[in-house]
């Protein structure tokens, strides 16, 4: 694990949470993102090497969406960063942890991503994430 990433907050409301982290920060999110695939709406926040993700369901069987119903508003998870997200998932695994998908995903902000099942860290579901650089875009 190079470093976090970023810290993915669940929000109800990702406009009116905007203003919220934009006010808290002192500066406005530099970018807003759909990820179809994961049901969600995500925008950043740079703070210094990581950033903050805020995430808002786009459907009611979104992930998030069931995270808020059961846990309400609140951080969703922690993403490290990491060089080789291949070898991560294979070193973690070995190490015991569940992951939640055996390949990585495309996510957000031109990343790769895996998560870990939050019984396997107790109770923070972890996401890896590498950037997606033309070299990996061939494999
Ligand atoms: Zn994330």
Redesign the pocket.
Known sequence: MVRIE?I?IAVKDIAAANKVYGALLGYEHYKTETVASEGVTTSFFRCGESKI?LLEATSADSPIAKFIEKRGEGIH?L?FYVNDIRAEMKRLKDEGFTLLSEEPKR??DNKL?AFLHPRSANGVLV?L?QEIDAELMEQ
């Open positions: 970023h993915g993700e998870h993403a996510g957000a991503v996401e994430c």
